[in-house]
C-alpha cells in the first residue's frame, strides 16, 4: 500500500507560480510512474504530466508544456510540479497519483494508477 500527501496549493495571480510536491510512503517508490492530475469543477479529472521511475522521461499535456514541470527525488519519495505562467483556467484540484508495476493502460489515463493523494487544490485570479 502506498500513501501520497500533496502539499503546496493555493491561492495565485495570473502569471505567477506554484510548486507543489507529493510525499510518498514506502519503500518502492523508485520502482512507480508518478503522475499529476486536475479536476475542475464539473470538468472530468484530466491528464497534466507524469515521470517515469528514474526520472529521465517525462509526459506533458499539450496544455502545460513549457509552464509547467515535473521532476521527482527517489531518495525524498517526493515528487514535484512546477507551475510556472498560471491561468485562471489552471483553477482545480490537483491529484498526485502513483502507477506501480506492472504498468496498465497509456501513461496519459488515470487507467494504472492505482494510488492517489487528497488532492491540493490551486486557484489562479485574473
Known amino acids: 500500500q502506498v500513501q501520497l500527501v500533496e502539499s503546496g496549493g493555493g491561492l495565485v495571480q495570473a502569471g505567477g507560480s506554484l510548486r507543489l510536491s507529493c510525499a510518498a510512503s514506502?519503500?518502492?517508490?523508485?520502482?512507480?510512474?508518478m503522475g499529476w492530475f486536475r479536476q475542475a469543477p464539473g470538468k472530468e479529472r484530466e491528464f497534466v504530466a507524469a515521470?517515469?521511475?528514474?526520472?529521465?522521461?517525462?509526459y506533458y499535456a499539450d496544455f502545460v508544456k513549457g509552464r509547467f514541470t515535473i521532476s521527482r527525488d527517489n531518495a525524498k519519495n517526493t515528487v514535484y510540479l512546477q507551475m510556472n505562467s498560471l491561468k485562471p483556467e489552471d483553477t482545480a484540484v490537483y491529484y498526485c497519483?502513483?502507477?506501480?508495476?506492472?504498468?496498465?493502460?497509456?501513461?496519459?489515463?488515470?487507467?494504472?494508477?492505482?494510488?492517489w493523494g487528497q488532492g491540493t487544490q490551486v486557484t489562479v485570479s485574473s
Open positions: 515521470i517515469g521511475y528514474s526520472g529521465v522521461n517525462t
Open positions: 514506502g519503500r518502492t517508490f523508485s520502482t512507480y510512474v
Open positions: 497519483a502513483a502507477r506501480p508495476i506492472p504498468y496498465r493502460g497509456p501513461i496519459t489515463t488515470t487507467v494504472g494508477y492505482d494510488y
